[in-house]
């Protein structure tokens, strides 16, 4: 008698992976103002791309046809992608030279510039003196998994202190550390398995003092939806496997 044959077929989903906690990714380059190399950041930028470009589609927002202009307080801004920002204590009167809200203005370092090779726009945000806190609010109309940006003209000499604050289901709060001198840092994080649809960049006071910044490319990775991870590179492995216990 012919004993049955016995075919194994193993198949993984990554869609079954749990939270595997939040990772950060992040690039300081001091000094590093306006249309001068900023490698660490890049550095960063690029670690965090590689890691989330496996969790879904990306979004990338350069702000360069965005229309230039300030954010009134407390009003969701269209960015287009499916993401607002809405700006809280961001002061109107700031930066005569240039916007705060969506600007072009890169004529000093230390209110913030553009990243973009080629471009000029970038989003400028300025607290109030005696204004307390400033935010600046990214929502998504679908949840994300992964953040990332740069960050222009922060410096430590400067009063103002940064922080990412999200909810993933818990409420989070990253630390975003200033440069000694304005330049560039790259920022990001990613926080598999969770959804996330707002993101808050936190500048708290008191301001004596008060240090302006910028933020462009922004990028983002929304949360695939079921069954959208292909799983057709996992399945192959597998059916060789069964292949081979057969001839067995």
Not at 81 to 97: E, R
Not at 119 to 142: E, H, K, Q, Y
Not at 184 to 189: D, V
Not at 209 to 231: C, H, K, M, Y
Request: with cysteine; glycine share 12%; net charge negative.
């Amino acid at each position: 008698m012919k004993r049955p044959r016995l075919t194994l077929l193993i198949v993984f989903s990554l869609s079954t992976i749990g939270n595997a906690a939040i990772i950060t990714f992040a690039g300081n380059d001091s000094g590093a103002g306006f249309g001068v190399a900023h490698p660490s950041s890049d550095a960063a930028q690029a670690s965090f791309a590689a890691a989330a470009g496996l969790l879904g589609s990306g979004g990338l927002i350069t702000f360069e046809s965005t229309a230039l202009g300030t954010i009134p307080n407390g009003v969701p801004f269209n960015l287009g992608a499916g993401v607002t920002v809405t700006l809280n204590n961001n002061d109107p009167t700031c930066c005569s030279s240039g916007n705060t809200g969506i600007s072009n203005d890169n004529t000093n370092n230390v209110l913030g510039f553009n990243i973009t090779a080629g471009g000029s726009r970038f989003l400028r945000v300025a607290p109030m003196f005696d204004g307390g806190t400033v935010t600046a609010v990214f929502n998504f109309a679908i949840p994300i998994v992964a953040f990332g940006a740069y960050f222009t003209g922060t410096e430590t000499t400067v009063d103002g202190t940064y922080t990412i604050i999200f909810n993933d289901g818990s409420a989070q709060s990253l630390p975003l550390t200033k440069n000694a001198v304005a330049g560039t840092q790259f920022f990001g994080f990613t926080d598999v398995g969770m959804t996330i649809a707002s993101v808050t960049i936190n500048e708290a006071g008191p301001f004596s003092s008060r240090d302006i910044w910028g933020l462009d490319n922004l990028q983002f990775t929304s949360v695939p939806e079921p069954g959208a991870i292909p799983l057709f590179p996992l399945f192959v492995p597998a059916l060789a496997l069964a292949a081979r216990l057969r001839r067995k």
